[in-house]
């Protein structure tokens, strides 16, 4: 089956830039999606098709994907973006809705 | 604005069968280009699909749920449910209802989710 691996965590200062990686074989070629989740909260849909951003979702939210990765980057990181994240792929070889493992970002 | 809003029961004993219920409010479960689906989380662990249905009724399940699982649909209530068999306690999860892009298949909005415990 495929695999999405994501860091478990990672931390910035108020201000600074996030970059939250996925990683997948040839993950360039698929359509990724980011999803964040707030504690307690369902998960809200921040980047789709790779880097295109829902109506309402900030811009400082971008996305990339090429090769064997696909990044979530998060500009001017506010205490608010604090959340767990995960990348999602439609994979119709195997099961077929792939999740990565999500990745906590902590802000400093 | 689309609202989606899970509700059943919370506590199942094992071997039972879990049954939720989506309520879709906002917009029309027959809208084209869209597919409804469940998704779930144990507490502290990540998300895991489950399946989806179209309003045609056609279903597409998890390959690892597919013996367990039953979604359908009620376009006259404009809902759809989840009905899991013979659950046992590693089905302890908050179950999230969700649209799904049927061309890009990323998932928007979500409802608030649902804890079920699976226990005796």
């Known amino acids: 089956s495929y695999v999405l691996t994501q860091p478990p965590s990672v931390s910035v200062a108020p201000g600074q830039t996030a970059r939250i990686t996925c990683g997948g074989n040839?993950?360039?070629?698929?359509?990724v999606h980011w999803y964040q989740q707030k504690p307690g909260q369902a998960p809200v849909l921040v980047v789709y098709?790779?880097?295109d951003r829902p109506s309402g979702i900030p811009e400082r939210f971008s996305g990339s994907n090429s090769g064997n990765t696909a990044t979530l980057t998060i500009s001017r990181v506010e205490a608010g973006d604090e959340a767990d994240y995960y990348c999602?792929?439609?994979?119709?070889?195997?099961?077929?809705?792939?999740f990565g493992g999500g990745t906590k970002l902590t802000v400093l | 604005q689309l609202q989606l809003q899970e509700s059943g029961s919370g506590l199942v004993k094992p071997s039972q069968t879990l049954s939720l219920t989506c309520a879709v409010s906002?917009?029309?479960?027959?809208?084209?280009?869209?597919?409804w689906s469940w998704i779930r989380q144990p507490p502290g662990k990540g998300l895991e699909w489950i399946g989806y249905?179209?309003?045609?009724?056609?279903?597409y399940y998890n390959p690892s749920l597919k013996s367990r699982v039953t979604i359908s649909v009620d376009r006259s209530k404009n809902q759809f449910s989840l009905k899991l068999s013979s659950v046992t306690a590693a089905d302890t999860a908050v179950y999230y209802c969700?649209?799904?892009?049927?061309?890009?298949?990323?998932?928007?909005?979500w409802g608030q989710g649902t804890l079920v415990t699976v226990s005796s």
């Open positions: 969700a649209r799904e892009s049927v061309e890009a298949n990323w998932f928007d909005p």
């Open positions: 249905i179209y309003h045609s009724g056609s279903t």
């Open positions: 999602q792929v439609w994979d119709s070889s195997s099961d077929p809705v792939v």
């Open positions: 906002g917009g029309s479960i027959s809208s084209g280009g869209y597919s």
């Open positions: 040839n993950i360039g070629s698929k359509s």
């Open positions: 098709d790779d880097s």
